[in-house]
Structures are given as C-alpha cells and as structure tokens.
C-alpha cells in the first residue's frame, strides 16, 4: 500500500482480556517496527523485525507481549491479560535497508479498562 | 530507555518567528533524525542528518549536528500556525540492531497566529 496502515485505529478493552494489533507495512519494507507511546512522552521501542524474524525484541516489557510477522509483510503484536498500565498509541513503523527514515502509521490508541 | 533528550520541552512562538529546538543523546550514532507529531498519532520524517554530516537543509528547516558535544538543534524558519506540532529526535546508534531508532522525549511547539 501507499502508506503504513494500523488497524483498529481505536481499542478499549477490560482488564485481563487479549488483544491484538495490526500493522500492515509498506510493501518492499523489509523492516518493521514496533514502539509504544505514553501521553506526553516520547515512543518507546518494543521490537524490530527484518523480514520475518525478530531481530531485536529488546524492548517488550514483560512475556504478556509477542509479536509476529509469519511472510515478512503484515505484522501482529499482541497482549495477553492486559492490563491498564497498558494504555497508550501503539506506533508501527517500515523502513528500507538501515539507514533511511521510518514512515510510521497513524497508531492505535489502547485502552484497558 | 530514551537516548535523546529535548530542550526546551515546550515552545511558544508568535507566527513568523524561528522556532530553535535542541536534542542532546548519549551514545555513538549512524544518524540522527527528526520527526513531527500531530495530535498524538502517526509520526512525519522531516530530515536525517549522517555523523559525518554537519548542517543539512530542507525548506525551512535547519539542521545542525555536533558529534563531540553529541548535540543537534532543528531551525524552523519563519513559521506558521500550521506547525503547531511535537517535534522529536531520534538516533541511529551504531551498536543498535539494524536500523532500530531511539526517541527523546519530544518539544511540543505553538505557534500563534
């Protein structure tokens, strides 16, 4: 597609339940991010993959978080018992070979209640 | 953990008026990059600037880049209200996996009509 595309764009959800988030990235992009965005702060990297490997899964914060990309294209991070320190935008990113920009998507903004 | 920090962390400028931002990080870096944020959602690539580069110009932005005091500050020329935005650097670091980006913590900038 023209842009990188998150879908739901909007998510509430209760606590303990799972969720999952979708980003579709650019097509050719064969990296692929993923950062998490708190009110008034800036993103917070959580993982990285080129092609369908995690390169670096670094930032999640604890095992309730996984994320895949099973062809290298579309990505899925998901929460298990979530809770409501897990509120916040949810950014993904694509990106060509190191060194280029990142073109972002728009995000979805999580909300457990 | 955020690699950049920016200062000032807010900005109020009358349109018209340049609009200076700094962004200080700790590590060795590939690049440095600056985005723009509106309402909290998807971020804009606005320029990347090499460590072996030290200013760099797109449109009305200025870019400056100082590795020995590992500092960079990002211009807005003359601006408009339509700049009203939250502006963050990010860096490139060369022990970092693949292209993985640090973000500071953001200067959020009003401009006034």
Redesign the interface.
Known sequence: GAG?SQTPSNKVTEKGKYVELRCDPISGHT?L?W?R?S?G?????LI?F?GTGA??DSGLPNDRFFAVRPEGSVSTLKIQRTERGDSA?Y?C?S?L???????????TRLTVV | SQQGEEDPQALSIQEGENATMNCSYKTSINNLQWYRQNSGRGLVHLILIRSNEREKHSGRLRVTLDTSKKSSSLLITASRAADTASYFCATDAIKAAGNKLTFGGGTRVLVKP
Do not use: H
């Open positions: 990188v990296a991010y950062y965005q009110l702060q800036g993103p917070e990297f990285y080129q390169a670096d935008v950014l990113a990106s070979d190191r060194g280029g920009g990142y073109t972002f998507g728009s995000g």
